[in-house]
């Protein structure tokens, strides 16, 4: 994956952002595919493929 891959929703768990994602493709309403970061912020980041659940994913707005 390239480094400059643009994140496009954060992922949201009990209004706590746990990381952001890259939606590759929507499987169905409940479901995407995506490129996933977590831990944004931390000292460790991780990249890797992931299913999604799509009411986790909150869309980032650009200012």
Excluded: C, Q
């Excluded at 954060?10 to 990381?19: A, F």
């Excluded at 939606?23 to 992931?50: H, P, Q």
């Amino acid at each position: 994956m390239s480094k400059d891959r643009e994140y496009t929703h954060y992922i949201v768990v009990n209004e706590v952002v746990l990381g952001d994602a890259s939606i590759i493709e929507k499987l169905n309403d409940w479901v995407s595919l995506a490129y996933v970061r977590l831990g944004i912020g931390g000292t460790k980041l991780f990249t890797d493929y992931a299913f999604v659940e799509n009411y986790t994913l909150v869309p980032k707005i650009s200012n």
